[in-house]
Every structure is written in C-alpha cells, then in structure tokens.
C-alpha cells in the first residue's frame, strides 16, 4: 500500500489520469500535496508536492461553463494532465493552496492556430 504525503485531507474526488493510457482512480488533495490513485493496480500512483507544482493548467470552453480537463506542470518532472468529476471544486481546493497567478486557461485552438500561421509567415 502506498503511504499518503497528506496528513489532512480536503477533498477526495473520482478522476482520470490523462498520462498515456486513460487511467481511472482518485484525487487526493491534502495539505502537503496532489496525489492520484489509480483503482486497479496500487503501484500507479501520482504525488505532486505543493513546492514542485509551477503552473495549473486548465482547458476552458464554452466561457468557462465546461473544463474537461486541467494539468499540473510541475518545476522538474512535466506535465500531468487530468480530469475529474467536479473540476471547477478541484481547481477550487488547489487554489488555496497554489497562487491564483499560477493558475491560467491554455490556449484555445484557434490561439493555437493563429500563433502556428504568425510563425510561418514571420520574416526571419
């Protein structure tokens, strides 16, 4: 069994690890950290400190109505993306303990796009 960094708990919440393969578990969010479980096989788990964490990414639609999915992009090990039941709660909880300045939307695709072609036709 694998030992939690928390040792108080704010909010635990069914969700979905976007790393690779789509893994379903829990989150654990806590004092000390972000923590993911995954259901089936213990040995898959997910502990972000609160030090660690740079940014929180969340992908926003429909003017906020819908965030499918957010990620956490940590100061040496990447990126971890996922997805929850009730994230607007989850992004809620991670706030108190990460700055809201830290917190941004990514881009949208037509951002993406716009960036792609301003590249492309740049002068060098």
């Known amino acids: 069994m694998v030992q ?3 040792t108080k708990v704010d909010l635990v919440i069914d969700a979905t690890s976007h790393m ?11 004092d000390k950290g972000f923590e ?9 788990f997910y502990q972000i400190p609160w030090e660690e964490v740079d940014y929180v990414i969340a992908s926003v639609m429909f ?14 090990n990447g990126t971890y ?10 992004l809620r ?3 108190e303990y990460v700055d809201p300045n830290r917190m941004v939307q990514s ?18």
């Open 4 to 6: 939690s960094i928390n």
């Open 20 to 30: 690779g393969l789509a893994e379903y578990g829990k989150i654990m969010i806590g």
């Open 36 to 44: 993911f479980f995954n259901s089936r096989d213990v040995r898959k």
């Open 63 to 76: 003017k906020g109505k819908w965030i499918p999915r957010y990620a956490i992009r940590t100061k040496r």
């Open 81 to 90: 993306t996922f997805s929850s039941k009730d994230p607007k709660k989850v």
């Open 93 to 95: 909880v991670i706030r």
């Open 107 to 124: 881009l949208s695709f037509f951002d993406v796009v716009k960036r792609g072609l301003k590249s492309k036709f740049s002068k060098k």
